[in-house]
């Protein structure tokens, strides 16, 4: 169809060229206009049909895989794009997950069997209105700007696979052409489709959440060696945020400072297994209250019961990253002792060792670190004006 566009555009441009010349020659004019007029009326030609172009071209689908390409939105001119050849995205669809959830897979020309994927991208999903609202536009999010915000990261697209949970069927029925119409540069995509998710509020709905949280992952993770937890309205993240986890993963802590813990203390802190970045709301300078440095929620409920029979029953109150981190460099990090879920970076072996989403009677920020510790792995948050942006609604 696209090629068949330009055509038709190519042969309209071309016809009202020459009756524009036939009309000009009329006039008597010199035969050295002719020749200026010649060449830019051929320029604004050629520049009409480059800006309609697009390096897609239309394919049928086969029986087993369903796949076809067309112009969309994105044309990033990231330079991996014009080093991998064209190949259809491929779609399979599998139910044997179990009766209630339903995983689609997308394989996209980026996929490389012999480089596979060393990130994994998770987000967790209601539906199309889970991605938030842009407070600039007014406009409701979608999955298309999520997808926008990672290709800002500028990773090579074959080191990045998605996994995606959503209960509805809508959304599910909307990202397919989505995915498969675009060049999308993550070498594969995973849909979990969970039509009995519950997503309610309380206690309930904190532990059908850790439940999903954790279905999520253990459906989606392969051999990726980093996985990063997005909550789906986070609208802006730094570009080279995930360079940057990369960075403090691989290098010993002792490379960094960490701002809130003694030099003696240091010598003792745990290898870093997970770490969170600041976030803002334009309501909340501080939308990761949830990371902290301290006491947990539990002992913090312990100490307000027995306060009068002792009232130094609690050394320290929790301190909350936006004042762990004032006054510190891009390169520091500081020691937590709980995180949220805004954006998340898990190294992946913590997951193969037996991490998951806490639930029960710890609430995620309190048990993630409690039980990342067990394993012998720290949590740490990124010191200076590392932020990331919560959408409005």
């Not at 190949?87 to 897979?105: F, M, P, Y």
């Not at 059908?208 to 993770?221: D, K, Q, S």
């Not at 290098?251 to 802190?269: C, K």
Request: neutral net charge; aromatic residues 10%; contains cysteine.
């Amino acid at each position: 169809m696209f090629s068949l566009l330009v055509v038709g555009m190519s042969i309209l441009a071309s016809f009202l060229f020459l009756v524009a010349a036939l009309w000009i020659k009329s006039l008597n004019l010199s035969k050295s206009f002719y020749w200026r007029l010649f060449v830019i009326g051929l320029g604004c030609f050629l520049v009409v049909l480059t800006s309609c172009g697009h390096p897609f071209y239309a394919s049928s689908p086969d029986l087993r895989f369903i796949g076809v390409t067309k112009s969309g939105p994105y044309r990033d001119p990231a330079k991996f794009r014009a080093q991998v050849p064209y190949r259809k995205t491929q779609l399979q669809v599998d139910q044997a997950t179990g009766a209630k959830l339903e995983k689609h897979s997308f394989i996209t020309k980026y996929h490389d069997p012999a480089q596979l994927p060393s990130t994994l991208i998770l987000v967790q999903t209601r539906d199309d209105r889970s991605w938030g609202r842009s407070r600039e536009s007014g406009i409701n999010r979608r999955l298309e700007d999520f997808l926008d915000m990672i290709s800002r990261q500028r990773l090579d697209p074959k080191d990045i696979s998605l996994g995606l949970l959503t209960s509805s069927a809508a959304a599910v029925e909307r990202y397919t052409p989505l995915l498969l119409n675009n060049d999308i540069p993550i070498a594969s995509i995973q849909i979990v489709f969970a039509p009995n998710a519950n997503f309610a509020v309380g206690p309930e709905g904190l532990k059908e959440l850790a439940n999903l949280r954790n279905t999520l992952t253990t459906e989606t993770l392969k051999g990726e060696d980093h996985v990063v937890w997005v909550e789906p309205d986070i609208s802006v993240m730094p570009e080279g945020l995930f360079n940057r986890f990369y960075e403090i993963s691989k290098a010993p802590l002792s490379d960094f400072d960490v701002a809130n813990v003694s030099d003696e203390e240091e010598r003792g802190l745990l290898p870093l297994g997970i770490a969170t970045v600041m976030c803002k709301q334009t309501k909340y300078s501080d939308l990761a209250r949830n990371a902290w440095s301290g006491p947990s929620r539990a002992e913090l409920k312990h100490a307000q019961e027995s306060y009068r029979q002792d009232p130094k029953s609690l050394k320290s109150w929790p301190i909350p990253m936006s004042h762990l981190i004032e006054k510190t460099s891009n390169n520091a990090l500081v020691r937590l002792d709980g995180v949220g879920e805004t954006v998340l970076y898990i190294r992946a072996e913590l997951i193969r060792k037996g991490l998951r989403w806490p639930q029960g009677g710890k609430t995620d920020p309190d048990g993630f670190c409690s039980s990342a510790s067990q394993l012998g792995w720290g949590c740490y948050g990124l010191g200076g004006s590392w932020e990331t942006r919560h959408s409005e609604a």
